[in-house]
């Protein structure tokens, strides 16, 4: 009769315990691998998503033709209209709309806005644009909180556009993203709120008036900058205001998303489309790279 195992069967056992712990170590590895990779697929994947829904958000309520393509941060003076082609622009900036202002407040039983883009030509000429059926001191309040602007004041940060086609006319000249020295843009117009219904025109008087209007308080760009791996960090820039001669570099700035790999964007007819790639690692030999796409109306 035996009481123990002997030196080859216990030699015997060990082996096969090895065999087995190295499998399931390799499938454990894998299955820890694999959830890495899919956690990094869904939170670059959403992060994506989100960066392109913020630009498409702003961009669906630009002015319209006021959208430009610019070089790079380090050559900002090379500008372009966004109808023409430039690959090698890294840079949309375009002149938005005060939504906010004009969806206006609910006074209970309406939504009463802030200014509904339409005049009373009647009551209107060169110096003046009365409106209709806006109430301009809900706008004004609205406008402080979120532009820091103030449309009661004269040169205060807001201006008007017709909606008309500004047609045969230099678009970067036209909305005040480049002029010459001594020129002033000839279809962007600072304005102040004279009372409830009355905009103002504070310095250029436009030579045509037409029915329909916009009112913007800043304009906007994105902003590819390296981040010193290899990638971009793509930031939003705000608060800025071509008619008055500023630059993106002089507005606010922040941040939408980190390691860009791609960020393309062309004109396409009416529309506008918005390409952007962005890279995850997982390790030092895995790395996750989105892609998504936007199209703007």
Request: charged share 20%; hydrophobic share 40%.
């Amino acid at each position: 009769m035996r009481y123990a195992f002997t030196l080859i069967e216990i030699i015997f056992v060990l082996i096969i315990m090895g065999i087995v712990a190295s499998i399931g170590s390799d499938l454990l590895f894998q299955a820890y691998e694999n959830y890495l990779v899919s956690f990094q697929f869904s939170t670059t994947n959403y992060k994506t998503e989100v960066a392109l829904e913020q630009m498409a958000r702003r961009l669906e309520y630009r002015i319209p033709y006021s959208a430009i393509s610019i070089h790079d941060i380090s050559d900002p003076d090379t500008m372009a209209p966004l109808s023409q082609i430039n690959p090698d622009h890294k840079i949309i900036a375009w002149i938005g709309q005060a939504y906010e202002a004009k969806r206006g407040e609910f006074n209970g039983s309406i939504n009463y806005p802030g200014w509904s883009g339409f005049a009373d030509l009647n009551q209107s000429d060169k110096s003046q644009l009365k409106t209709k059926g806006d109430d301009l001191t809900i706008a004004a309040r609205i406008i402080q909180s979120v532009y820091s602007a103030n449309l009661s004041q004269a040169n205060n940060g807001c201006a008007l556009t017709f909606n008309a086609y500004p047609e045969n006319v230099d678009i970067l000249k036209a909305y005040g993203w480049k002029k010459p020295t001594g020129t002033d843009p000839t279809d962007i117009f600072a304005v102040h709120a004279q009372d409830s219904t009355t905009l103002v025109y504070d310095d250029i008087k436009p030579k045509k008036i037409y029915e329909h209007f916009t009112i913007g308080c800043s304009a906007y760009a994105i902003v590819p900058k390296q981040n010193g791996q290899g990638n971009y960090d793509l930031y939003l820039y705000y608060n800025f205001r071509p008619w008055k001669g500023e630059r993106f570099s002089d507005g606010k700035s922040q941040l939408l998303v980190q390691n860009v790999t791609k960020f393309n964007f062309r004109r396409v007819a009416h529309t506008i489309e918005l390409k952007l790639c962005t890279n995850s690692a997982v390790s030092s030999d895995i790395n996750v790279t989105i892609c998504g796409k936007k199209v703007i109306f």
